[in-house]
T-cell receptor, first 115, second 113 residues
Framework: GAVVSQHPSRVICKSGTSVKIECRSLDFQATTMFWYRQFPKQSLMLMATSNEGSKATYEQGVEKDKFLINHASLTLSTLTVTSAHPEDSSFYIC???????????FGPGTRLTVL | AQSVTQPDIHITVSEGASLELRCNYSYGATPYLFWYVQSPGQGLQLLLKYFSGDTLVQGIKGFEAEFKRSQSSFNLRKPSVHWSDAAEYFCAVGAYNTDKLIFGTGTRLQVFP
């Protein structure tokens, strides 16, 4: 199968700082990537769809100015949590659709802790 | 509203025992249905998927799932559980194979020797 990486795997930051999370498809290209958020012992909730070359599509209730998404290339999407607060602490996961395999592949996730 | 329900938050079984994880969905159109497994430090891995055809689908690692339209269910089964199957299992629904997904709340499987 295809490989999707995320960096960093975990990050701890102070309240008010911004944190950038990268999602990369290592051996295939994708015009779309999805960002999910997972709270402890809860489900994955879709935050936004990252679109290469255009603006991201955010789900209802997700603050686009707080969670900035940039799909810089066909292999990279970044999620920046701006002015992070403790309530933003969560597990962030990206997924990348693979058209040839006709399924999507998930990154290992990034654990964000805001102090 | 579109949703996925996994009624069992936590299931404990003995190694070698059979397993069934329940999943019910609510979806406006004909859904694509998926089961994923999440292990610590690893990304979600697709176990199996269903859209049409035979309602009993076979997946990896000896798992299978049965689609029942009348019950809006897509339950995951395994005849004999191995200790390495201990993980979190998610049922999900989407409009097509590579679409964004709606996930259930997950079922944590614990396996005792």
């Amino acid at each position: 199968g295809a490989v999707v990486s995320q960096h960093p795997s975990r990050v701890i930051c102070k309240s008010g700082t911004s944190v950038k999370i990268e999602c990369r498809s290592l051996d295939f290209q994708a015009t779309t990537m999805f960002w999910y958020r997972q709270f402890p012992k809860q489900s994955l909730m879709l935050m936004a769809t990252s679109n290469e070359g255009s603006k991201a599509t955010y789900e209802q209730g997700v603050e686009k100015d707080k969670f900035l998404i940039n799909h810089a290339s066909l292999t990279l999407s970044t999620l920046t949590v701006t002015s992070a607060h403790p309530e933003d602490s969560s597990f962030y996961i990206c997924s990348v659709p693979h058209q040839t395999y006709n399924e999507q592949f998930f990154g290992p996730g990034t654990r964000l802790t805001v102090l | 509203a579109q949703s996925v329900t996994q009624p069992d938050i936590h299931i404990t079984v003995s190694e070698g025992a059979s397993l069934e994880l329940r999943c019910n969905y609510s979806y406006g159109a004909t859904p694509y249905l998926f089961w994923y497994v999440q292990s610590p430090g690893q990304g979600l891995q697709l176990l199996l998927k269903y859209f049409s055809g035979d309602t009993l689908v076979q997946g990896i690692k000896g798992f299978e799932a049965e689609f029942k339209r009348s019950q809006s269910s897509f339950n995951l089964r395994k005849p004999s559980v191995h200790w390495s199957d201990a993980a979190e299992y998610f049922c999900a629904v989407g409009a097509y194979n590579t679409d964004k997904l709606i996930f259930g709340t997950g079922t944590r499987l614990q396996v005792f020797p």
